[in-house]
């Protein structure tokens, strides 16, 4: 069933008032609060299997996440309550952490987060933690309070602790990513006794080649380097399909074709998380795409997400977190892309 909810008024009076620009006229806060029928039939439909023939769903029920930093502007304004509340009206069933304070909607404290995610029906799924700062030995990060940070995630009840920072600690050569991995491996026996899974999350440099060795890929390094049983992946499909557009020759000028679905396809078990965010194809861009809403692009997810759950175990053990960098506004976002993701559909097995 649908968990849509009616709409909050202070939060509708709140959002009339702000970040309008770029939303089409005769949307604005009502469409991002259910308060008009511009998509009766994606919130009518959402989270049902209803009316499709001999169809299902490619997205697999209970596995929409969303990562927070897109809601970041959101998150410091009105607070985690107010977003939350949204989402869950959205039909989300996780949540991916960027980090746990709220900004100008006051103090909140780890046990206080835990206990509003669960109230909302939303899944701590993940978080992203820094990896490393060197100059900073109070650090939230990795390297600097790995127990902290741990201890952190465990009390948030997440299933993963991972990082967005690129392994580039010691440098982009051969050598600087093995001493990487040992400390993703390190973290990841830590995590693990624990309970948790570390992973990290690509950028588009991680598939870049090493400046001593240009014939060898970085990523390739971190997978090789890294012990499965300790350290996971969450692909970033969009970052992952810009590495294909910059980084499909080596350095020094030989092909070295590149597809993101190939690498999941490989080591499935290795990817429990993924980003959905979504790209126009602009070849004059230095990433070849320009982010878009989710839907609004060129990324066929319809095709990726099928693929992966076609693996072994791959409707169980994959989830899926939409996010956008900057939307131009983010809860209307957060909106669209839930219904995008749940209108697509395939032929049963």
Sequence with gaps: MSRKKSVDPELAAKLSRRNMLGVAAGTGAA?????????????????RGHGHGKTEPVLTPGHLGIQLYSLRDKVNSLGFAKVFEELERFGYDEIEYAGYSQGNAGAITIPQLRKLARDHGLRPIGSHVNYADDNNPNA???????????????ALGLEHIGTASGPFRYGNTVDAWKRAAADFNAY???????????????????????????????????????????VYLEMDIYWAFAAKHRFSKTGDGRPAPLDP????????????????????KNEEARDGYDMVDVGDGDIDYKKFIS?????????????????????????????????????????RC
Excluded: C
Excluded at 199 to 209: C, L
């Design 188 to 230: 990841g026996a830590a995590a693990r006794k624990r309970g948790m899974k570390f992973y990290q999350h690509n950028h588009a440099e991680e598939f870049s080649f090493a400046s001593d060795q240009p014939g060898v890929r970085l990523y390739d390094v971190l997978l090789a380097e890294t012990d499965p049983k300790l």
């Design 31 to 47: 469409a991002i609060l259910g308060l008009s029928a511009a998509t009766p039939a994606a919130a009518a439909d959402r989270g």
């Design 307 to 347: 693929a992966v759950n076609k693996t072994h175990n791959g409707r169980k053990d994959h989830h899926w977190q939409a996010e956008h960098d900057n939307p131009v506004d983010s809860l209307l976002f957060a909106e669209k892309s839930a219904d995008h993701l749940h209108s697509l559909r395939e032929k």
């Design 261 to 280: 679905l190939k690498y999941v396809l490989k080591q499935p078990d290795r990817y429990p998380l993924f980003h959905v965010k979504d790209g126009v």
């Design 140 to 154: 939230y990060s990795f390297a600097q309070n790995l127990e902290k940070v741990l201890d952190d995630a465990q």
